[in-house]
């Protein structure tokens, strides 16, 4: 069997008394989306924070397509092929939506020209290719969540993690993204999703990490954590009329 895309290693992360996340281990297989799911203040950004680099772990131990990453600088694990959104989106306001998408494939390119184009692309493949022109800050949120997305294809990642991509959203922009994550799943890309609404997970998730107060409580299928007990009366109970 070959190498998980990525692995966390009984992941530890401190804020002075506050343990943000506590000897959290899991492995991500190429190609799939694992869905992470958990109360408000689980620990699930700060997973994202560590794995990404923009925390060290406190303890533990984080390998991503066969190096050991944990203590590398966000910039340095972009450059190895990750990429992420934001839970709190923040576009570059000033720039159009075309050139936030630039700077993201600037990673590859010096030639602005190539770079306009695969911006081009990616802005056509979450949909946003009308927007171009327009400055980002002025975009509504639901567009603003698909530049999200297009900000980090263009960084050709292989591995994407989104922070709550459908938070805010209506209905139908939540399909949007749905479709939009199975679209890049089909590409071949890996995924990581922290996402509130149970549905939207259970669609589009291979697998799921359940954490709560910064401890992995469970682990499985949809079907095996949507039934598991412990799940239920920690989350899924405590959440139905908090859909946040
Ligand atoms: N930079 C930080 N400084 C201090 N405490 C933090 C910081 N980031 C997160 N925390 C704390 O860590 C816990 C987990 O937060 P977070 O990872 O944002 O949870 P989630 O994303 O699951 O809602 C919370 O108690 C939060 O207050
Ligand atoms: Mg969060």
Redo the contacts with the bound molecule.
């Keep these: 069997m070959s190498a998980p895309l990525l692995e966390v290693r009984k992941v530890s992360r401190f804020?002075?008394g506050?343990k943000?996340n506590l000897d959290v281990s899991f492995q991500v297989e190429t190609g799939m989306v694992l869905g992470l799911i958990?109360p408000?203040?689980?620990?699930?950004?700060?997973?994202f924070n560590c794995i990404t680099g923009f925390y060290p772990p406190s303890r533990g131990e984080i390998h991503f397509a066969g190096q050991r990453i944990d203590g590398k600088s966000p910039d340095q694990v972009c450059r190895l092929g990750m990429a992420r959104t934001w839970?709190k989106v923040r576009p570059l306001a000033k720039l159009s939506v075309l050139d936030n998408v630039v700077v993201g494939a600037l990673l590859h390119t010096i030639s602005v020209r190539q770079a306009r184009e695969a911006a081009r692309e990616h802005l056509r493949a979450v949909g946003l290719q009308a927007r171009a022109d327009v400055l980002a800050g002025g975009l509504p949120i639901g567009e603003r969540k698909k530049l999200e997305v297009a900000r980090v294809l263009a960084t050709r990642p292989r591995l994407i993690l989104l922070d709550e991509v459908m938070g805010g959203l209506n209905a139908r922009e939540s399909e949007d993204l749905i479709g939009l994550i199975l679209e890049i799943k089909k590409r071949g890309l890996t995924q990581i999703v922290?996402e509130h609404d149970m549905k939207a997970i259970v669609r589009i998730s291979d697998r799921i990490v359940v954490?709560n107060s910064?401890e992995k409580l469970a682990e499985g299928t949809p079907k095996e954590v949507t039934s598991n007990a412990a799940v239920i009366s920690a989350y899924l109970g405590a959440s139905e009329g908090a859909k946040a």
């Design positions: 804020f002075g506050v943000a958990g408000n203040g689980a620990g699930k950004t700060t997973l839970q922290i954490l910064g």
